[in-house]
Nanobody, 123 residues
């Protein structure tokens, strides 16, 4: 099993930045992909981006439009989501997740999830 703990989110004004981190522990050797998703009440969990654990190759949702960057520190079992130029529409609970096979965009294929952290962007 892989355990995921996300950093605290926060509240920022539109145009601001936040960085989330996600710490993995347990069977980290089984990680193929780490993903970031977000969810607002009444909506399905939305893909934000993912990163291949070994190569570091990242894929992003079109809606992010180059504003977000995912990176990872394999030695410390950490993955980061740097969010710039935040918009009110980015307000959501953000989740990190682990897939033991490469699926990336499909949240139903992920095996382990963090607890979620709230990000609020005010206009």
């Amino acid at each position: 099993q892989v355990f995921l703990v996300e950093s605290r989110g926060g509240s920022v004004q539109a145009g601001g930045s936040l960085r989330l981190s996600c710490a993995a522990s347990g069977r980290t050797f089984s990680i193929d992909t780490m993903g970031w998703f977000r969810q607002t009440p009444g909506k399905e969990r939305e893909f934000v981006g993912c990163v291949r654990w070994k190569s570091g190759t990242a894929v992003y949702a079109d809606s992010i439009e180059g504003r977000f960057t995912i990176s990872r520190d394999n030695a410390k079992n950490l993955v980061f989501l740097q969010m710039n130029s935040l918009e009110p529409e980015d307000t959501a609970v953000y989740y990190c997740a682990v897939a033991e096979k490469y699926y990336c965009r499909d949240f139903t294929k992920y095996d382990y999830w963090g607890q979620g952290t709230q990000v609020t962007v005010s206009s």
